[in-house]
């Protein structure tokens, strides 16, 4: 069993079945398919939450790279490009309101180092609906 915390603003659409994948770096030891996967709010805090225990239904790479210039230049999953279309259908399956939400968010959470461009590779991890262990006050 694999657990991966999220930030407070993701436990809402976890528990609504909107959000049921995340954008991992690789690690030691990531998720399985078929393996359960514990999801938390603030892991590691006294505020940890159990949001629930689903399901791995897949691990697949994944190759991001935002740009200031365009907020979004590239998303391959899968060894798959994706279109501007299906790039947005992603964020929002990845728990933001659309694509420039989530170039937003990466750019406050992981900016580079130097330079204007993010590249991240890592993993996207998917799981099945699950019974969430509770329901989260709406967060604002």
């Not at 697949?60 to 999953?77: D, G, H, K, N």
């Not at 947005?88 to 399956?93: C, E, K, L, T, V």
């Not at 939400?101 to 959470?109: L, N, Q, S, T, V």
Request: with cysteine; hydrophobic share 40%.
């Amino acid at each position: 069993m694999v657990a991966y915390s999220f930030k407070k603003r993701f436990g809402p659409p976890i528990l609504a079945g909107t959000k049921a994948q995340t954008i991992r770096a690789d690690r030691k030891r990531h998720a399985r398919q078929g393996e359960e996967l514990q999801l938390y709010t603030g892991m590691r805090t006294r505020h940890c939450t159990l949001l629930g225990r689903p399901t791995c239904l897949s691990v697949m790479p994944v190759r991001l790279c935002f740009s200031e210039r365009s907020a979004t230049e590239l998303f391959e999953v899968g060894g798959e490009h994706l279109s501007p279309t299906a790039m947005d259908a992603f964020a929002r399956a990845d728990g933001f309101a659309n694509v420039e939400d989530m170039a937003r968010f990466w750019w406050a959470e992981h900016p580079p180092e130097e330079g204007d461009r993010i590249a991240f590779e890592g993993v996207l991890i998917r799981w099945q609906p699950f019974q969430a262990a509770l329901t989260l006050p709406a967060v604002a």
